[in-house]
């Protein structure tokens, strides 16, 4: 399968411990973008990545949340001390020359 | 700010029906792209159509095509001959043309139930 990953699919937590998610984009995508999705609501945009640089933040990542690329591959984010309000699914998507974006399955956070 | 309206929080179709899905969009800028995602239940989302803006002909992707009207900033999906696999939660979505990040901005979804 040589679509986008994510890992975990889905993760259970307590409220102040530290989470991190991992995605694995389309091998040739250079463009990697954090999305979130709360329950009925459309996915919001988190950050984007395009190679290892991070060139856009959300006013909706806070302090608590960091994204990294560090070699222009896969990426992860980490939300630390979560809150019940983080609770949500994060999707994780590519694009390369071709600019459409390709979804991973996204990774389900709940924050009990 | 660019913000997409999907007024619609769910419709129902029988199988082998026609059913359309309303979207509106806002934006001041003239060249931008607009898609159709759907997002089947516990399944990962996937593009359905995708319209340019500067292109009067509305998309068409075999059973599913769109009705563009670029002055009402509407974006309809219609889908004809519908099956019971196209049940799913769709999300209309924006995406300004020759953007920094390209990143998309989506409408609160339609859930799309299909009867046998």
């Known amino acids: 399968d040589t679509g986008v990953s994510q890992d975990p699919r889905h993760k259970i937590t307590k409220r102040g411990q530290n989470v991190t998610f991992r995605c694995d984009p389309i091998?040739?995508?250079?463009?990697l973008y954090w999305y979130r999705q709360t329950l009925g609501q459309g996915p919001e945009f988190l950050t984007y990545?395009?190679?290892?640089?991070?060139?856009?933040k959300s006013r909706l990542l806070s302090d608590r949340f960091s994204a990294e690329r560090p070699k222009g591959s896969f990426s992860t984010l980490e939300i630390q001390r979560t809150e019940q309000g983080d609770s949500a699914m994060y999707l994780c998507?590519?694009?390369?020359?071709?600019?459409?974006?390709?979804f991973g399955p996204g990774t389900r956070l709940t924050v009990l | 700010a660019q913000t997409v309206t999907q007024s619609q929080p769910e419709m129902s179709v029988q199988e082998a029906e026609t059913v359309t899905l309303s979207c509106t969009y806002d934006?001041?800028?003239?060249?931008?792209?607009l898609f159709w995602y759907k997002q089947p239940p516990s399944r990962q989302m996937i593009l359905v159509i995708r319209?340019?803006?500067?292109?009067?002909q509305n998309a068409t992707e075999n059973r599913f095509s769109v009705n563009f009207q670029k002055a009402a900033k509407s974006f309809s999906l219609k889908i004809s001959d519908s099956q019971l696999g196209d049940a799913a939660m769709y999300f209309c979505?924006?995406?300004?043309?020759?953007?920094?990040?390209?990143?998309?901005?989506f409408g609160t979804g339609t859930l799309l139930a299909v009867q046998p």
């Open positions: 998507a590519s694009t390369g020359l071709v600019n459409e974006q390709f």
């Open positions: 091998s040739e995508h250079n463009r």
């Open positions: 990545f395009q190679n290892e640089a991070q060139l856009e």
């Open positions: 934006t001041s800028e003239s060249d931008y792209y």
């Open positions: 319209q340019e803006a500067y292109k009067q």
């Open positions: 979505a924006y995406r300004v043309e020759g953007g920094a990040t390209n990143k998309l901005i």
